[in-house]
């Protein structure tokens, strides 16, 4: 419902008609099914459960990927930073109504969807507000889908994907029910915000959980006999010093792509 209601938030579109209250109905009504889901996922342990639970969740974020965004145009910042990066220029230095598309972009051929994600960066007159990490995973999107405003979409998808993997193994490693992973796979905050609207704080998430699943590798050195992947032959070779070294590394990252962590 949701994806077939974002048709009308086509960017610059309906602004004065846009159904925000049925939007809003409708986004607290997954939530009722979300919580009503959470109850029962700690039974959810079979291999069969957890498969539907990841499917589900998959399929959930390709449907809200292929939606227009909702309320959301932070992406274009992104992929603006990621080109100034790109190109030798400084992001921090100058806004971008104080640089010329054409100082960005050389290729001719290029240019008219450079002028698109321009005209359409938010508050142009402020300079990026975003630190070290974001930037560095901003131009390392560009690099990989140039121009296209849906390729940050792609690599927060790839990121989502990450997370969800270092959740499990941290849930498998921290002795909790498996089926707790559905907390985040069909998480309507999540489905929202990364896979529709493609927000940068997949990458602090992602990295916040890879601090965790670093600090759950320190507090059970020896591993879980449930899973090969977490098994004492798999982590005998790094000492619990190692990984709370690493945490470490893990949250000062997370804190260099967002500051809220």
Known sequence: ??????????????????????????????????????????????????????????????????????????????????????????????????VEVGEIETDPEQLAAAELVYDRVNHPHVKTIYPTMAQVSFAVNVALHGWNPRGFHLTMLLVDGLLMMALYVCLVLARLPRGLLLGYAWCPLVLKEFANSGHLDAIAVFLTVAAAYCAVRALFPDGDHRDPATSEESVRSWSPRRWIMLTSVMVSLAVGAKVYP
Not at 4 to 23: D, G, M, T
Not at 46 to 55: D, E, G, M, Q, Y
Not at 70 to 88: C, K, L, N
Request: aromatic share 14%; net charge negative; hydrophobic share 50%.
């Open 1 to 98: 419902g949701i994806a077939k209601l974002s048709a009308v938030f086509s960017y610059a579109e309906n602004q004065e008609e846009r159904p925000i209250f049925l939007f809003t109905g409708l986004y607290l009504l997954t939530w009722v099914v979300f919580a009503v889901a959470m109850r029962l996922a700690p039974r959810c342990e079979s291999f069969r459960a957890l498969a539907w639970i990841v499917i589900a969740g998959g399929v959930m974020r390709l449907v809200m990927l292929g939606a227009e965004p909702i309320q959301e145009t932070d992406f274009y910042r992104y992929i603006w930073d990621g080109q100034v990066a790109i190109s030798g220029q400084h992001p921090f230095a100058q806004a971008p109504e104080e």
